[in-house]
């Protein structure tokens, strides 16, 4: 049995902080604001796995109003929330993504999100796609005022 889930996020950026989306730090004179590290990449990721179980999203698994989430590395999230997958019987099959920011270039680091993704998830790194695309000038994002992702997750149950 396949199970599909599709998950979104946005955030806005900021000086003073770190810039990290799949687990990469990227170097940038703004970074990403939220509670935890704002990864939103991950944060996709995270919301169409839960999304694909109807499992709810990731603020009613990992609220922004508790304290033990503030700063934390999404990284974990994501380990978090994939055991929650493997619990229910079910595995990564595939993961396709989008990365929506105007400014930095993302194409550059992808090979190292897919790499430090597939690493967390103990999955193929050619079962990750991760796209790399802009808002041509338009809205906060291509205002280089935001960072988006999108991603669309195809889960199996173990065999």
């Known amino acids: 049995m396949y199970r599909i889930g599709l998950g979104y996020d946005i955030h806005r ?3 003073d902080r770190d810039l990290i989306i799949g687990g990469v730090k990227i170097p940038h004179v703004t970074g990403l604001v939220g509670h935890s590290d704002a990864d939103v ?3 996709a990721i995270i919301d169409a796995m839960f999304g694909a179980l109807a ?3 990731i603020g009613t698994h990992f609220p922004d ?3 033990k989430y ?3 590395s999404s990284i974990l999230l994501l380990q978090h929330a994939y055991r929650l997958i493997q619990e229910e019987g079910y595995v990564i099959n595939n993961l396709d993504c989008n ?3 105007q400014a930095p270039k993302m194409k550059p680091h992808i090979p190292a999100m897919q790499k430090e993704l597939a690493k967390h998830l103990g999955i193929d790194v050619n079962l990750i796609s991760i796209k790399a695309k ?3 000038q338009m809205d906060a994002v291509g205002e280089k005022k935001a960072i988006e992702a999108n991603a669309v997750v195809m889960l199996r149950k173990k065999d």
């Open 13 to 15: 950026l900021d000086v």
């Open 41 to 43: 990449l991950i944060h």
């Open 55 to 57: 499992l709810g999203d």
């Open 65 to 67: 109003t508790d304290e």
């Open 70 to 72: 503030k700063g934390i």
């Open 99 to 101: 990365i929506i920011a």
């Open 134 to 136: 802009t808002n041509e």
